[in-house]
Structure formats: structure tokens, C-alpha cells
């Protein structure tokens, strides 16, 4: 089973940026299309950003100009560099296969303050 563990949240002022970080236990980026997620309080998951396996990548209207998502397969690691942050961008963020092939990882709390 993969192992996914999110780093990097933490607390900012509207306005600023944050990089949000994803560990894969092994390599996997190159097998599936991967996704940010993230869950406000009292709201459900939602879907952030996607990547492909050929590095096409999606967003979700709110954050499209704003974030951006990326890998690095020689580091399984999965990015999401968030800038111009907004209060309603508060929540545990998460990542995943776009289909949830894995178990959720811990995720990363984003606190904005305005």
C-alpha cells in the first residue's frame, strides 16, 4: 500500500503564498493522474488541482492563476504552490490519486487570515 504524507501548510496573511508538498512511500506519479484536495470546516473534500501522467494539469475555477500544481517523480514528490492566498482557501489539504486509489494521508492544515 502507498503511504502519502502532506507538509507545508502553515499560517499567512491574505495575500501571501504557501507550497504545499506530497511524499509517495514509491513511485507512483508516472502511473496515475494525481490531485490536491482539500476540506474546509463543515464543508466536504473538494478537488483542487489535477496533474496527468504527461503533465497536463487542471484546476477548479477558484484557485485557476493562483496555484499550481507540479511533481517531481525522481523525489515522488507532488507540489502545490499556492500564491495570493484567501481566506476561503483555508482547509486541510490533501493528495490522492484522482480516483482515490490510496489511503489518505494525514493532509496539511492553511490557515488565512484576511
Known amino acids: 500500500q502507498v503511504q502519502l504524507v502532506e507538509s507545508g501548510g502553515g499560517s499567512v496573511q491574505a495575500g501571501g503564498s504557501l507550497r504545499l508538498s506530497c511524499t509517495a512511500s514509491r513511485s507512483i506519479f508516472d502511473l496515475y493522474t494525481m490531485a490536491w484536495y482539500r476540506r474546509a470546516p463543515g464543508k466536504q473534500r473538494e478537488l483542487v488541482a489535477r496533474i496527468t501522467q504527461s503533465g497536463t494539469t487542471d484546476y477548479v475555477d477558484s484557485v485557476r492563476g493562483r496555484f499550481t500544481i507540479s511533481r517531481d517523480s525522481t523525489k515522488n514528490t507532488l507540489y502545490l504552490q499556492m500564491n495570493s492566498l484567501k481566506p476561503d482557501d483555508a482547509a486541510v489539504y490533501f493528495c490522492?490519486?484522482?480516483?482515490?486509489?490510496?489511503?489518505w494521508g494525514p493532509g496539511t492544515q492553511v490557515t488565512v487570515s484576511s
Open positions: 490522492n490519486t484522482i480516483n482515490w486509489n490510496f489511503s
